[in-house]
C-alpha cells in the first residue's frame, strides 16, 4: 500500500545522465535549483572549479607530460570515456586510447601495448583497491605488456575507481587530485594507501611467450 501511494504521488523525476566534468558541475547547479539550495550548489561549483584550475595551474609548465592509460576494465579491457580522460588532462597526463564525453569502449591488449603507456591506471568500474588487487590474480596479461613502459618502470596503480572515477559525482575531482599526485608527487605529494597503491609486481602475471 505505502509503495502504492509512492507510485502515484504528484512528483517531479529528473534524470541526470552526465558525461563531462561539465555536465557534472551543470548536474550539481541543477539540484541545486530544484531543492532551492541554489546559493550552495553555486559554492559547492565555485570550490570544485577552483581546485580544477589550480591543478591546471601546477601542471601547466610541464613540457613532456605522461602518457597515462586508464584501464576501466580487465577483460575484456575497456578504455575509458565519459570524464576519465578530462581527469587524466586535469593531473597533467596525456590520456592514452579515450575521448572524454563519449563512451567507454572495448580495446584490445595490442592496442594498449603500443600506446605505450608511461602510467597505467586500473579502474575496473565500481571496484575499490581491495578488489582490484583480487582480480589481478585471476588476470593473464600478454608476454608482450612486459615491454610496456609503465610495466618496466613499475607505474601500474589500482585506485578506489567505485568513489572517484565511476560515478559521476563531484568527488571526480577528488579522483584528478589523486591522478595528479601519481604522475607529478615532487609536486602533489605521494598518494595515501586509501587513494592509490602501486601495483605488486608479483601479482602482474603474464601469459608464457610460447602459450
Known amino acids: ?34 531543492t532551492n539550495s541554489n ?31 586508464i584501464l576501466e576494465w580487465l577483460e575484456p579491457p575497456f578504455a575509458p570515456g565519459h570524464w576519465v580522460p578530462e581527469q587524466v588532462e586535469i593531473a597533467g597526463g596525456r590520456p592514452l586510447l579515450s575521448e572524454a564525453g563519449k ?12 600506446s605505450n603507456p608511461e602510467v597505467m591506471v586500473l579502474i575496473p568500474c565500481g571496484y575499490y583497491i581491495e578488489d582490484i588487487l583480487d582480480q589481478l590474480k585471476n588476470t593473464i596479461f600478454p608476454s608482450t605488456w612486459k615491454d610496456i613502459s609503465a610495466v618496466k618502470n613499475n607505474e601500474i596503480w589500482a585506485v578506489d575507481a567505485s568513489s572517484y572515477f565511476s560515478r559521476p559525482a563531484p568527488r571526480v575531482i577528488d579522483g584528478a587530485e589523486i591522478l595528479a599526485k601519481i604522475l607529478h608527487p615532487s ?17 602482474i602475471r603474464f601469459q608464457d611467450k610460447d602459450g
Open 1 to 34: 500500500m505505502k509503495a502504492a501511494k509512492i507510485y502515484v504521488a504528484d512528483a517531479h523525476v529528473l534524470s541526470l545522465e552526465p558525461n563531462t566534468i561539465d555536465d557534472i558541475l551543470d548536474n550539481v547547479l541543477t539540484v541545486g535549483e530544484l
Open 39 to 69: 546559493v550552495t550548489a553555486e559554492k559547492v561549483v565555485a570550490s570544485l572549479q577552483g581546485r580544477i584550475e589550480r591543478l591546471r595551474e601546477k601542471t601547466a609548465a610541464i613540457e613532456n607530460k605522461s602518457g597515462v592509460f
Open 103 to 114: 563512451r567507454s569502449v572495448t580495446t584490445t591488449f595490442e592496442a594498449i601495448f603500443e
Open 187 to 203: 609536486i602533489f605529494g605521494e598518494p595515501q594507501p586509501a587513494e592509490a597503491v602501486r601495483v605488486p609486481w608479483e601479482l
